[in-house]
């Protein structure tokens, strides 16, 4: 079979077209249950939950998701999981015609759609080195990136003004948005792996974790991000400050949300003309560093033009930990794990972003919003700090070429 047969053009621009769909929906999405929920509770606790219903059947769904994702097809577990997306999304119109006078029904809702995420995690991030050829993939991570960062920014953005029209017109865009991009997702075809052996899913499981354990490059970069944006998360208390500290109301929310999004997105449009080559691991310390001192003076401000600089900020320099990790991570994984390292990280990333979502709201809750988001950010320096001196082979790495090549 030959090269042209396997790596076909139009799988890639499908492959970015649902994730530009899906992403777009899960955005819209959580700027309308964020601010429904917190007009239904008035808590920042209540925040938090957004985040711990999410979490929670991930952490328990995703690696073994990750061992199915290499075992079956991945665009059939990814489109399903775009089609749990989509029924949340009714079922989120649904209560908000039926509106209810407490959280719970979307809480409900909100695990379910954790189920999804914790199986669209692991197949989507092992999808696209089966798409590109290997010496096209940091290109492709670096466009892929882009896509996504481009969607989070229209997503928040759309959401603020649709969700002024109602709830209904958001979820109805979410909907149709999840089952295009599953639609997009079977269309693709790409490279396949035939897997062999005879190793239970308990023993596949622990070989992935094992993979990510044994190699300090990976594990640092992973527990990197989890750790940092654990304690960075400023994102989900974004409806406090909308509403109560910058007194910017919904449309103003919705700004507040893409400017993180729009620093990732002009940052990884960069970055797929001008791809980090050297001192990758030097300057993905680096990078956090600066998303540690943005949300400390994000946390400060009071002034609405400067927590929108201060977001942009935090969005450009999380992207490029993000696209440095990616690649590091893509190109140290043979193909035959790719699903189950894949879901050791999004489970990494699932735990930074959704528990980092209760973590804030929780902290919030106890100490008030400003503190809660300087704390934190001071928390990531001292994260960054602790790293460089855990990880020195993190820390140390120069090119590509140092770290495992891809599987062929």
Not at 103 to 119: D, K, M, S
Not at 211 to 231: C, K, N, Q, Y
Request: contains cysteine; charged residues 10%; glycine residues 10%.
């Amino acid at each position: 079979m030959t090269d042209e047969t396997i790596y076909r053009q139009r799988d890639f621009g499908f492959f970015i077209s649902a994730r530009f769909l899906s992403t777009v929906a899960m955005m819209v999405q959580s700027v309308a249950i964020g601010w429904q929920v917190y007009n239904i509770e008035n808590t920042a606790f209540s925040l938090g939950m957004v985040g711990l219903c999410q979490f929670l059947p991930m952490f328990l769904i995703t690696l073994p998701a990750g061992e199915i994702s290499d075992r079956f097809d991945q665009r059939k577990v990814l489109a399903i999981a775009q089609v749990m997306q989509a029924v949340c999304a009714g079922l989120f119109m649904l209560f908000s015609i039926m509106t209810p006078h407490n959280a719970l029904p979307f809480y409900g809702v909100l695990v379910l759609f954790g189920i999804g995420r914790g199986f669209s995690g692991p197949a989507g991030s092992s999808l696209l080195a089966f798409l590109v050829p290997p010496e096209k993939l940091a290109r492709g991570i670096a466009l892929s990136s882009s896509a996504f960062t481009t969607a989070v920014i229209a997503g928040p953005a759309l959401g603020g003004f649709l969700f002024a029209l109602g709830p209904l017109p958001t979820y109805g865009i979410c909907l149709v948005a999840a089952l295009l991009a599953s639609v997009c997702t079977l269309t693709l075809g790409g490279r396949r792996i035939v897997h062999t052996g005879d190793a239970s899913r308990l023993e596949r499981v622990k070989e992935g974790i094992r993979f990510v354990r044994e190699r300090p490059v990976v594990m640092g970069a992973i527990s990197l991000d989890l750790f940092a944006v654990l304690l960075g998360g400023a994102v989900a208390l974004l409806p406090i400050y909308a509403r109560d500290i910058l007194h910017a109301g919904t449309i103003g929310l919705g700004f507040l949300r893409s400017a993180p999004a729009a620093g990732a997105a002009v940052t990884a449009f960069t970055l797929a003309r001008f791809p980090v080559e050297t001192r990758m691991g030097s300057r993905m310390f680096l990078a956090v560093a600066i998303f540690g001192v943005a949300t400390v003076v994000f946390g400060l401000s009071a002034n609405y033009f400067l927590s929108l600089a201060a977001l942009f900020v935090i969005g450009a320099s999380d992207m490029i930990s993000v696209y440095i990790r990616s690649t590091l991570i893509n190109f140290a994984t043979p193909d035959p794990m790719r699903g189950r390292v894949g879901a050791v990280n999004m489970l990494f990333i699932g735990a930074s972003n959704e528990l980092g979502e209760f973590e804030s709201g929780l902290t919030a809750q106890w100490l008030g919003t400003v503190p809660a988001v300087v704390i934190g950010g001071i928390g990531t320096l001292i994260v960054v700090a602790a790293w460089m001196g855990l990880f020195p082979p993190l820390r140390k790495v120069d090119k590509l070429s140092e770290v495992s090549p891809v599987s062929a």
